[in-house]
C-alpha cells in the first residue's frame, strides 16, 4: 500500500498570510520568528512557497495569524464540494470576505485571489479615509 506524502497544509496561502500580515505590521522575518518561534528561514521558506512547516510551526503561525488552521486546509475530495464558511468574531472584514470568495465555487482560485486581493485595497483605503 502506498501513502501519498503530501501536506493537508496549503503552503502558498498560508505563506501569503504570513506576508500580507507581517507587512501590514511593518515587521521583519526576524521580528516574526521571535514572536512565534519559527525561524526566519523557516518563514521565508513558507512566504516563497516552497517550505514545508511541521505541525508545530502551523500551529504556531496559525497562532500568530489569528486565524483558524482550516483557513489554510487543501480542499479534498470533489472539487464540486464548497467550502464552509464560518464566521470567527476577531477576524477582520478582508479575511471574511476571503473565505467567502474562496468558498464560491463560481470563482477559480486564481479569480477569487485577485477579488480578495482588490477588496483588501479598497477597503483599507477607505478605513483609512473614515479617520
Do not use: C
Not at 522575518?29 to 521558506?45: E, G, P
Not at 464548497?82 to 470563482?107: F, G, M, Q, S, W
Request: charged share 30%; proline share 4%.
Amino acid at each position: 500500500m502506498a501513502f501519498k506524502n503530501e501536506s493537508l497544509i496549503n503552503t502558498i496561502e498560508l505563506g501569503r498570510a504570513i506576508k500580507r500580515r507581517r507587512e501590514e505590521l511593518s515587521l521583519s522575518l526576524r521580528d516574526v520568528a521571535d514572536v512565534t518561534q519559527v525561524s526566519a528561514s523557516t518563514l521565508s521558506r513558507i512566504e516563497n512557497g516552497t517550505g514545508k512547516p511541521d505541525a508545530d510551526n502551523i500551529a504556531r503561525l496559525t497562532n500568530w495569524l489569528d486565524m483558524p488552521v482550516d483557513r489554510v486546509m487543501k480542499k479534498q475530495g470533489n472539487s464540486e464540494d464548497v467550502e464552509a464558511v464560518v464566521y470567527y468574531p476577531h477576524e477582520a472584514t478582508p479575511e471574511i470576505v476571503e473565505a467567502h470568495l474562496r468558498a464560491d465555487k463560481n470563482l477559480t482560485p486564481e479569480t477569487a485571489k485577485a477579488l480578495s486581493e482588490l477588496f483588501r485595497v479598497a477597503y483599507s483605503n477607505f478605513k483609512n479615509q473614515q479617520k
